[in-house]
């Protein structure tokens, strides 16, 4: 992409924008839908005040912006959280991943160069069947997953800090859960009284891939000995003598911690699932493989969508019904 | 106990110490075993050096010293720790409780007033049945229940940040395991997304106790459940109408974050074993009748020791056996 600033602000038609709680990604796109421009800042949801965001957002993008005129901006993620710029309500599962633009909100802006839509995120409230639960930021994603192929039917994991898992039919949310995996991973490895023992895994080396795949293959069989598992990588690094030594002993071990807690996952999200159908994973690569051999190990194939490419259709796919 | 100073010195015939992480406690006790004095301070293994630990014992218990002669001082828990005084190395299970003292190690001190015995801990190594483990000052407490009754055999639960059960046939452990409950609970608690919603329970309060019981009943029958169930009650805080509201509702999220924990503990530990026999509790009154709720309600019987008069019999026992 090689457009030179003039070249964009004469073919730009609007701007999508992820606004996560850490990050900043705006993308400036053409009448046809294709990105020419890319911007990107550290001012996510967390370091923001709700009087901050206009100027953050128009900092990335003014130099896009064509002369005169107004251009759409649609924005998905942390920006319509209660603690970001406007609050967009939750829309309730069952949702039409087609449709979450009709629950977008406008926030009000000094300056009339942007008209900004806010995307709401899901939730669902409890039932006999279901619990209660919230996605922000997801739900763009999986309407990415629809935007290639309008009546979607399937299971959909969003590896994570907060991983979700969303069962699709026909293009439509009907439940979704979260399981506290990356989080849960974080506190023990860097926190607990297994700090000292967990260092950083590496699944292209051997000994770590089988520690990991040997690990999510125990707790899925029995997931209430996680407890105990979590000591044992502990007492495992004091008493075991057949562990490497050095940095390859930590390695191991934070194969295995991060084995137990996906394991956990798998355990709870496929729990009396069939595994004729294949689980579609939408995130960063490196984290879906991960999610891949974890799945495989335990029975279940799996199709992959690039978290970038599914947030950018996302948005594309809520433009449109927007502008339709 | 309302001894002299004179008094203690003239009957003073040994001294039993429990020197944990974060205190330490010492009692002075007669020929007759009774306890006739007590003293205890904040310097835990966690705050000690090596070369630290003789100045302090002697600080704590430097009056109650008859002015000749050599008094010894039975010792357990982290100042056998490789970490501590002087490494007690663990005796590998099964091990009968009455034969901690064949383990014990004395390190050397400048002054020869008093004669240190450190009592080792316990380890599991790997098999078929069992998983590596280890347990450091709790063997004490479980040598305290076989003081009164030399062939105990049964299942013992020592609550804590570091839960343990260990199964007892004919006065020996024959194996044991190790659950991150209390630490887990208290990570989630104060440094996971939860640390909003999270309060604290008080159980005597109807609405927290139902609320603990469920969430005991919930994760026992489902333990797969649990990373869902964690985010779940981040969710619940924010869409739930029927929650109480201020600190009350901060109560009954801690009561069903506990309940979660210690409910995982559970379905690990009682998994397939019969409910004929009552678990025996040992440890804090208040945190033992959390468990007794909860074994309660999953349909198991208890009985409790008191955790203090347990580790006291335990070096007792230790003692008399050394003398012996």
């Known amino acids: 992409m090689n457009t030179t600033a003039t070249e964009i602000a004469h073919q730009l038609a609007w701007i999508a924008v992820d606004w996560g709680s850490s990050n900043l990604r705006a993308w400036g796109l053409d009448k046809h839908d294709h990105v020419i421009a890319h911007a990107s800042s550290e001012k996510g949801m967390l370091s923001l005040k709700a009087a901050d965001y206009e100027a953050e957002l128009h900092r990335l993008v003014a130099d896009w912006l064509p002369e005169s005129g107004q251009i759409n901006v649609m924005v998905c993620g942390m920006a319509g959280a209660r603690q970001g710029w406007r609050e967009a309500a939750y829309l309730p599962v069952p949702t039409r991943l087609d449709q979450l633009s009709q629950g977008a909100v406008m926030p009000t802006l000094s300056n009339d160069r942007l008209r900004v839509y806010l995307l709401p995120g899901l939730s669902q409230t409890r039932s006999a069947f279901a619990h209660f639960d919230v996605m922000r930021g997801e739900e763009t994603q999986l309407a990415g997953l629809v935007a290639d192929n309008a009546s979607f039917s399937g299971l959909a994991c969003l590896p994570g800090t907060h991983a979700k898992w969303a069962t699709l039919e026909s293009g439509a949310v009907t439940e979704f859960t979260t399981y506290l995996t990356g989080e849960l991973y974080q506190l023990l490895a860097r926190q607990s009284v297994l700090q000292h023992s967990i260092g950083n895994d590496d699944l292209n080396d051997p000994a770590c891939r089988n520690a990991f795949i040997s690990a999510v293959s125990e707790i899925y069989e029995a997931p209430e000995t996680l407890s105990s598992r979590l000591f044992g990588l502990r007492a495992q690094d004091l008493l075991d003598g057949r562990l490497p030594s050095g940095e390859k002993r930590g390695a191991?071990?934070?194969?295995?911690?991060?084995?137990?807690?996906?394991?956990?996952?798998?355990?709870?999200?496929?729990?009396?699932?069939?595994?004729?159908?294949?689980?579609?994973?939408?995130?960063?690569?490196?984290?879906?493989?991960?999610?891949?051999?974890?799945?495989?190990?335990?029975?279940?194939?799996?199709?992959?969508?690039?978290?970038?490419?599914?947030?950018?259709?996302?948005?594309?796919?809520?433009?449109?019904?927007?502008?339709?």
Do not use: F, M, P, W
């Open 252 to 324: 191991v071990l934070a194969a295995r911690l991060s084995g137990l807690a996906i394991g956990l996952e798998l355990s709870g999200a496929c729990h009396e699932r069939a595994n004729d159908a294949s689980i579609t994973l939408i995130g960063n690569q490196t984290l879906c493989h991960r999610y891949t051999l974890a799945l495989n190990a335990v029975g279940y194939q799996t199709q992959y969508l690039d978290g970038d490419d599914a947030v950018l259709n996302g948005l594309r796919l809520a433009y449109r019904a927007l502008k339709a």
